[in-house]
């Protein structure tokens, strides 16, 4: 369904969403047209998703990242929760998993005690949730995209 071309436009945009038809096209040595095509056919098939920008959340005042994993009280409860957690602005990546926790999520905080309010205030309080356990980050120690 992709060949290595589709690859280098997908490496491409991984690096850099904002490049051109144009810029991508003189890069891989092929027509505009051959680009916007293949772009189009990769958009169509679900392998891109979507253009986004990577914000340095400090600099937003989000002075606090942390993961938390989510008990739930009966696994049924899950698209519920998924609903609900989706609400929150603060809360990015969910997702559900094996182990200990039905469900394991990624927040953004201006302090731990934004932190400590989204938690009590809002996700413990969403029905099917039983309990939370929260690990604050110190640092992120290594973040890139996985390139095919």
Known sequence: ????????????????SRWSTTEISKHLKISNVA??????????????????????????????????????????????????????????????????YSIFAKIYAKDNLHLMEVLNEQVQKIEGVARTETFISLQEGIHKVVKP
Do not use: S, W
């Open 35 to 100: 680009t916007q095509q293949r772009i189009t056919k990769l958009e169509n098939h679900g392998i891109i998703k979507a253009y986004t920008a990577v914000l340095d959340y400090r600099k937003l005042d989000y002075r606090t990242v942390a993961y938390f994993g989510i008990f739930l009280e009966k696994a049924k409860d899950y698209q519920q929760v998924i609903k609900e957690l989706n609400e929150i602005p603060q809360i990015v990546e969910a997702h559900f998993t094996t182990g200990n």
């Open 1 to 16: 369904m992709i060949d290595a071309i589709d690859l280098k436009i997908i490496n491409l945009l991984l690096e850099n």
